[in-house]
C-alpha cells in the first residue's frame, strides 16, 4: 500500500521560512510524479507544485517565487520549502499521487493526511 506523511508544519510568523516534508513508502518517486495541494479554511483545495519522475518542476503562478519542491529519491521524501512566508499561506498541506494532468487537486491516486501551517502577520 502507498502511504504519504506529511510533516514540518507549524506556528510561524510572517516573513520566515519552513520546509514540510512528505515520507512516502510503497512507490518509488523515480517512477511517480509527486504533487502538493493546500486547503485554506473555507477554501477549496489548491495546487500548488509538482515534481516529476524525471525531476521536472512545475508550480502554481502563485507560489513559484516562493515555493520550492524538491525530493530525495534515497529516501523516497519529498519536500516543500516556502520563503517569505505570508498569512495567505495559512493552510493545510498534503501530498498526493496526483493523475494526468497533475494540477488538479481532485484528481489524485493517493494524498497523505497533512500537515498545518499557520502564518501570523
Known amino acids: 500500500d502507498v502511504q504519504l506523511v506529511e510533516s514540518g508544519g507549524g506556528s510561524v510568523q510572517a516573513g520566515e521560512s519552513l520546509r514540510l516534508s512528505c515520507a512516502t513508502s510503497?512507490?518509488?518517486?523515480?517512477?511517480?510524479?509527486m504533487s502538493w495541494v493546500r486547503q485554506s479554511p473555507g477554501k477549496e483545495f489548491e495546487w500548488v507544485a509538482y515534481i516529476s519522475p524525471t525531476g521536472k518542476v512545475s508550480y502554481a503562478e502563485s507560489v513559484k517565487d516562493r515555493f520550492t519542491i524538491s525530493r530525495n529519491t534515497a529516501e523516497e521524501t519529498i519536500y516543500l520549502t516556502i520563503d517569505r512566508l505570508r498569512s495567505e499561506d495559512t493552510a493545510t498541506y498534503y501530498c498526493?499521487?496526483?493523475?494526468?494532468?497533475?494540477?488538479?487537486?481532485?484528481?489524485?491516486?493517493?494524498r497523505g493526511q497533512g500537515t498545518q501551517v499557520t502564518v501570523s502577520a
Open positions: 510503497g512507490l518509488r518517486l523515480h517512477a511517480h510524479t
Open positions: 498526493e499521487v496526483p493523475q494526468h494532468p497533475f494540477t488538479d487537486p481532485k484528481k489524485f491516486f493517493n
